[in-house]
């Protein structure tokens, strides 16, 4: 019997790739667990596997819906998308107030579980009372993004609650003065100036700037010129091209490289070729490990030996506030390496090699391509064979997948990584050097 080690090749031709794809179909590498409503959990395990329903990844994050939501969105499956995206606008319907709230100043964003949550029951759409780094500004830059871009594709219809919700987050980031604003961001983590999340909202605005003539600019006593959200692009930018090629300047929580930036690159498209390069040169030089990507330098979730260091109930814990405490039990060089990353950086090479015909960068989207395939999970796991996880870490001296496996985001990377790659062999750009 075949093993996907013996698939993954060096180059590749439309039909060697079609046998990794149709093994990994068969394996069900590409079945996205979704609740009745159109939501997707964060991972997916039995709900009677007791030894990691402390994960809590029952609960549904904004973000990791916008990521999966693209993926299907890439594949032409748009019922898919729309369902999804139709669910997300009736939880922020129900919660509008808190928007409003915010906007009229009569509620603090400064207390982050004020904020719009970006993470909640799927099931119920019910928040969540515990507090938790809601103060996430790329995850609604990542909504407005795609809806917009469904909008503008004619693949939805402004309905008044779409309308209503775009609206009203644009109003609620240029009250928080995103550009400025300190958000725990993609890693839901300490709140700093991040330039991953600045970006990410500035690709929402941009998309919303270019459907505003079907928005009409008011709902109700809500109204939103299209003066304002040049605004807000415009401090964006600005604020966003002091601190690039870097995640953060802030004084006191400097941080150079982090791998959030790559999603700048894809799917958002908001630096430019020469900011592009610099980031994913800073990633390869610093982050990039054998078995994954660090998000950063220095993090400590899934550090080794994370499960002997921590009880379940503190491993996924919100430690936006006091960081410090969990980077006491990191050791140099024991960062988590993550799963998402490199079949995007697959993808972003992918798309230069369709623009460029360059053979450089074709080399580079295999490298990375199969990077990702070994990745997945062997035979012999005890998490399961064949899964997609979010990452490696080091316990006992050996580098294994953490509990989160497998993370519907990572396989939706992994999706959009072989779609581009079978993209790019379907179009013959590659069939006269390979």
């Known amino acids: 019997m075949k093993k996907l080690s013996d698939l993954i090749r060096q180059t590749y031709t439309l039909t060697t790739l079609n046998e990794i794809i149709y093994f990994l179909e068969d394996k069900g590498i590409f079945d ?8 997707f959990p964060a991972a997916h395990y039995s709900s009677t596997d007791n030894e990691r329903n402390y994960l809590n990844y029952d609960f549904v994050w904004l973000r990791d819906n916008i990521h999966i939501a ?3 969105y890439i594949l032409g499956k748009y019922d898919i998308v729309k369902k999804n995206i139709n669910t997300l606008i009736s939880f922020y319907i129900k919660y509008l107030w808190r928007f409003e709230k ?9 207390t982050p579980n004020n904020r719009p949550h970006i993470r909640f029951y799927g099931e119920t759409l019910e928040e969540c009372p515990v507090k938790w780094a809601h103060a996430q500004n790329d995850a609604f830059g990542a909504f407005i993004w795609l809806l917009c871009k469904l909008i503008d ?3 939805l219809v402004v309905t008044q609650d779409i309308k209503c919700i775009l609206l009203v987050t644009v109003k609620y980031l240029i009250i928080i003065k995103y550009w400025e604003d300190e958000d725990s961001g993609y890693w839901e983590e300490t709140r700093k100036i991040n330039a991953s999340s600045i970006g990410t909202v500035i690709a929402g605005l941009q998309m919303m700037n270019k459907i505003y003539p079907k928005l009409n600019g008011k709902f109700g006593k ?15 930018k600005i604020a966003l091209k002091k601190i690039l090629p870097y995640e953060s300047i802030q004084n006191g929580k400097e941080r150079k490289v982090d791998a959030a930036l790559i999603f700048l690159i894809y799917p958002y498209n908001v630096v430019s070729d020469i900011i592009s390069k610099m980031i ?5 030089n610093s ?24 009880s379940p109930e503190d491993r996924t814990k919100n430690f936006s506030d006091h960081l410090a405490e969990r980077d006491t039990l990191f050791e140099s060089g024991t960062e988590a390496q993550w799963c998402i990353f490199d079949s995007i950086i697959s993808t972003i090479y992918g798309h230069e090699y369709l623009k460029t015909k360059e053979k450089f960068f074709l080399e580079k989207q295999i490298y990375y391509l199969n990077r990702s395939l070994y990745q997945i999970t062997s035979e012999n796991c005890p998490l399961g064979a064949y899964k997609c996880p979010e990452a490696y870490y080091l316990s006992n001296g050996l580098w294994i997948p953490n509990d989160a496996t497998p993370l519907l985001w990572s396989q939706a990377n992994l999706c959009i990584a072989l779609t581009c790659m079978k993209t ?9 050097i390979l």
Do not use: M, Q
């Open 222 to 236: 809500l109204s939103v010129d299209s003066s304002e959200i040049n605004y807000a692009l415009r401090k964006g």
């Open 70 to 72: 693209h993926t299907h």
């Open 280 to 284: 994913l040169k800073n990633v390869k």
């Open 424 to 432: 790019v062999l379907v179009k013959n750009l590659s069939f006269d």
């Open 102 to 110: 915010i906007i009229n100043n009569k509620l603090s964003y400064n």
């Open 287 to 310: 982050l990039e490990g054998k078995y994954g990507i660090r998000r950063y330098l220095g993090d400590s979730f899934w550090c080794s030996n994370y499960k002997c260091k921590l």
């Open 153 to 155: 594709e004619d693949i």
């Open 32 to 39: 996205f667990p979704v609740l009745n409503n159109g939501l």
